[in-house]
């Protein structure tokens, strides 16, 4: 996949847990494994903006684009 998911960097800099991060937007620790392990197909914008606004960070912080 050419999208790379970054929220493990940003969870390490912050400093917070998968289950806290989890909790803070409202979805469940096995979904936040799911995009943190580059294994889901797509994102809400609700859930990157939650992401955002807890990581305090912006969506290219956490998304990166790699060419084939």
């Not at 979904?31 to 797509?42: E, V």
């Amino acid at each position: 996949m050419a999208i790379n998911v970054n929220i493990d960097v940003m969870m390490a800099k912050r400093k917070i847990s998968a289950g806290e991060l989890a909790e803070k937007i409202g979805i469940t620790p096995a979904n936040l494994s799911i995009l943190k392990n580059n294994k889901a197909k797509a994102i809400r914008f609700s859930t990157l903006e939650a992401l955002c606004k807890a990581l305090d960070c912006q969506p290219a912080d956490i998304l990166e684009y790699i060419p084939d």
